[in-house]
């Protein structure tokens, strides 16, 4: 599987070609400092003035490198396919081993990071329903008022917890074609795109 990089991210990876094969390493350590530890303008500032060019320009081009990284990373791409998603670049031959190393020493670690950063929401675990209608009460001899219950179990860290949920079939039924909706809404070539990347 290749990755594919739009103008703007190849764009940002231009600069690349125009500093010292040294520089890209630091870039690369920079990235992974920015993954690890968050954003940091002084870097980006220094490394403006020790380059003299624009600190935008440092900070697409590590934005840039870091991209390459974590997507490669989470789509879990080959070395073969890394180096022909790179060669598109157009980098020299350095430039290129020097990107699949970097690649190859962090990958694992970067997926650690991008994992732990992964919510953690609780998720499905079972489903008790129940109808009660009301056909009468006091006031009014005949009536029907109907009551869908649902008991969702939900689970999160191996903790288990309940919820109670009540609403009228005419909710449920809006409720079931939202749902319908927005699954078919996933069958969309658009919406596969962003759940390849996403895991």
Known sequence: ????????????????????VAVVAEFGRIAMEFLRRG????????????????????????EGLMYLLTESSKLMISEVDFQDSVLVLGFSEGLNKLLLQLYLDNHKEIRSILGELAPHLPH?????????VQLASRALRQQIKPVVSFKLHLEQNGEKTAKVVQTDPATLLHLIQQMERALGEMKTNHCRRIVRNIK
């Open 1 to 20: 599987m290749l990755l594919v990089l739009s103008d703007e991210q190849k764009e940002h990876l231009s600069i690349l070609t125009e500093v010292d």
């Open 39 to 62: 954003s940091n303008p002084k870097i980006y500032e220094g490394a403006a003035r020790k380059l003299n060019v624009a600190v935008e320009s440092v900070q697409h081009g590590v």
């Open 124 to 132: 499905y675990h079972n489903l008790e329903w129940r109808l009660d």
